[in-house]
């Protein structure tokens, strides 16, 4: 498997090789060059696997460079650190099923992937040597489940950028409270929008990139999306293996890395399985707006009690693009280029097409807060604010007779705030968040300016 730019400007890339690029080089985006398919008899083999053991399977049809025991080994290690038997467990609740994702080190989806891509970013520096400076942006969860990935590694060194006061205050000290000499937390004044613009800036400036070997973590990295495609598809052959033979998941979205892992799933198993992805926005709805209507076009980013989706512009909608504009990296480039220029994509004449892959919904800040309270008070089962988003999209768009999957991306003590105000008391913390508020924490705060964090990133990386 080769993979290659959403801008079609570089030359197909091995996956190591992908992953240790990040961004492509041309500014686009890496994918492969070509879906894999599989069929119902793959399908009937899957439903029998563990985690770990689909993982393989998954992963082994994107990667032909990493030898097959490596890559067991990979997945076990990362998978090693969640707290539940089977990864990614699924809870029925009601006529809902929730996907918790939220059994990693730092309680949200991002470890699923983060760590194994922290140990897929050790194994190659062993076998290739040198060194890296991670660069990343967050809006809460990728911060510190990629620190989490990557704290304590030998030659590696990671900065990440969130927006000053603008976290929940556990997700802020998850960060910080991790004083390993390799990372560096930096709170910028300004918007996680401010965060990742800066992020992808400092990548496009390929003379800094190459001095410093930055690499990324977000989902701009292809081996974020990868490994979020296994649980989309460990949740159907589960579901499939009780009898429900077409399914729809509704994914609460910001980066719409999450909800693209589940496109990729939908093209890799046989037409119909995955049905619909639904796409839940918080009062930050442009990508609803993009589904509903085919207007694609920025507005002020609003503060809501899901700060992790805060967000405006979205880094895996040029993937989207990509299959949208049939493969066409010139259309893609010419496409973000007048996105850039003008704040607005225009898609309006191809709405119906892309109701085919998604429906959509925004969720307002009272939906959100009357979700977590009616979901608690009927099932006494307490939803994250993000994945309230998802649940109350999934409740208001799921057809009849269908079933619908709810991810479940963040534990709801992550969200204290919200969740009191939804039920009267913040839910207990998890041993793993109980001691954050004792313990030190180390963080500076700088302007939201591309020289500022490229100064301080020079003066702190490895070289
Ligand atoms: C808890 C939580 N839910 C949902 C999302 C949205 O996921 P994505 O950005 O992949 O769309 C995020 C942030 O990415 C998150 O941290
Ligand atoms: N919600 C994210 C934003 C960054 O998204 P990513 O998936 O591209 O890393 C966060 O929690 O930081």
Not at 13 to 27: I, K, W
Request: charged letters at 20%; aromatic letters at 10%.
């Amino acid at each position: 498997m080769r993979y290659i730019s959403t801008r079609g400007g570089i030359e197909p890339l091995a996956f190591q090789d992908a992953v240790m690029m990040g961004l492509a080089r041309d500014g686009g985006l890496l994918l492969p060059q070509t879906l894999p398919t599989v069929g119902n008899q793959v399908v009937q083999r899957w439903q029998q696997l563990h985690y770990q053991a689909l993982a393989r399977e998954v992963l082994s049809l994107f990667i032909d460079d990493i030898p097959e025991t490596d890559l067991e080994d990979l997945i076990d290690r990362s998978y090693a650190s969640f707290a539940h038997p089977q990864v990614t467990p699924i809870t029925q609740q009601g006529d809902l099923y929730i996907l918790e994702l939220f059994h990693g080190p730092t309680l949200a989806f991002k470890d699923v992937a983060l760590q194994l891509l922290g140990n897929l970013f050790e194994y190659v520096l062993a076998r290739r040597g040198g060194f890296m400076n991670i660069l990343g942006a967050t809006s809460g969860d990728t911060g510190s489940a990629a620190i989490a990935g990557v704290r304590g590694k030998a030659n590696i060194n990671i900065f990440i950028l969130h927006p000053h006061g603008r976290t929940s205050p556990v997700q802020a000290l998850q960060m910080t409270t991790v004083l390993d000499p390799n990372v560096f937390n930096i709170a910028v004044r300004g918007t996680f929008d401010d965060a990742q613009g800066i992020v992808k800036a400092i990548f496009n400036d390929l003379d800094f990139r190459d001095q410093y070997q930055l690499g990324a973590i977000n989902s701009i990295n292809w081996a974020r999306v990868l490994a979020q495609v296994v649980y989309y598809v460990f949740a159907y052959c589960k579901l499939s293996r009780l009898g429900m033979k077409s399914v729809d998941f509704s994914v609460p979205t910001g980066n719409f890395g999450d909800i693209f892992a589940g496109y990729i799933a939908r093209r890799l198993l046989p037409p119909g399985c995955i049905h619909r992805l639904i796409l839940a926005t918080n009062a930050n709805d442009i990508l609803t707006r993009f589904v509903t209507s085919g207007d694609y076009s920025c507005s002020q980013v609003q503060a809501t009690f899901s700060p992790s989706m805060d967000i405006q512009v979205a880094s895996n909608f040029e993937r989207y693009l990509y299959y949208f504009l049939n493969e066409d990296g010139a259309a893609v480039r010419r496409s973000m280029e007048s996105f850039v220029a003008s704040g607005r994509l225009d898609l309006t004449a191809d709405r119906q097409r892309i109701g085919q892959d998604f429906s959509s919904r925004s969720v307002s800040e009272e939906e959100t807060i009357a979700t977590i309270r009616d979901f608690y008070s009927e099932h006494h089962y307490l939803l994250d604010p993000h994945t309230a988003v998802g649940v109350k999209a999934g409740l208001e768009l799921r057809d009849p007779g269908r079933p619908v999957v709810c991810l479940a991306t963040a534990h709801p003590a992550k969200f204290g705030e919200a969740v009191s105000l939804a039920i009267g008391n913040e839910p207990p913390l998890p041993p793993a968040l109980a001691e954050l508020q004792k313990r030190e924490s180390r963080c500076v705060i700088l302007d939201a300016q591309q020289d500022t964090i490229k100064e301080y990133v020079a003066a702190n990386a490895l070289h």
